[in-house]
C-alpha cells in the first residue's frame, strides 16, 4: 500500500496482547476526533460517574455523531489538559502527551501503537470502569455519518455491528496536510492506522487507505 506522506499502522491482538505492525508505529502523529472515545470514558469514570440523560446525550453526541462543541466542552469539564495526562497514565500510553502548545483535545499527541493500547484499554474496562465500559462501546458501534469509514468497511457487512470505532480527521491549515486517524476495535482484535499527506488528495484518501489496512489484514487472516 502506498500513500504520500506520514503512514503507521498498528494490529493489537486481543487474546495474545502482541501488538504487531509498521516499522514506524512507534512515531506519533495526532488524535483529532478519535480522542473523543477517552473523553467520554474520563467523564464518566472522573468527572461525572452517575450523569442525567442530558449528560449522556451529549456524550453520545459527542461520540455517534463526532460532535466538535460537546468535546470541547467535556474537555472542560475533565479539568482541560489534565484530561488528557489521565489518558496517558491510565492506560499506559509510552508514546503519547497532550499538545501543551495548544491546549486542546484535537491536536493529542499519539502513535499508532498507542492508539490500540488506548483501544485495548477502552475495551477491557480499564477507561470506563465496569458500569460504562459497554455503554461506551455500543456508542462506538453505532457512529454514523462523515465519521462511519475505515477498518470496520472492510469486515463483512453481516459483522459490522459488533466492530466499534473512532476516526479522526481535519485539514491542518498550519501544514495545509490532511491528519486521519481510524480506530476500530474488534472481538478479538484492535486496528489503528495514522496518516498526514497532501490537501490535494481530500480526505476520501485517507478514509481509503485505513480500509486497505484493515482489508490487507483480512486478507492476511490477522482479523477474525
Partial sequence: ????????WALLNRRTREVVGSPNLAEPSDTMSMVKVWLAAD??????????????AMLRRMIVDSDNAAATKVFGLNGGIVTIERMVS??????????????????????????????ECIAEGTAAGPRWTEWLLTQMRQVRGEGDFG??????????TSVAIKNGWFMRPEDDLWHVACLAIGPTWIVSVLLRYPE????GHGKQV???VGSDLLAAQALG
Fill in 43 to 56: 467523564y464518566l469514570t472522573h468527572t461525572d460517574p452517575d450523569p442525567d440523560a442530558k449528560a449522556q
Fill in 200 to 203: 490535494r488528495l481530500g480526505l
Fill in 1 to 8: 500500500m502506498k500513500t504520500p506522506g506520514f503512514f503507521s
Fill in 90 to 119: 491510565v492506560c499506559g500510553l509510552a508514546d503519547s502527551a497532550p499538545n501543551y502548545k495548544e491546549n486542546r483535545w484535537s491536536p493529542t499527541i499519539v502513535s499508532a501503537r498507542d492508539t490500540v493500547r488506548l483501544g
Fill in 210 to 212: 485505513c480500509q486497505e
Fill in 151 to 160: 477498518v470496520r468497511l472492510a469486515v463483512p457487512k453481516a459483522e459490522r
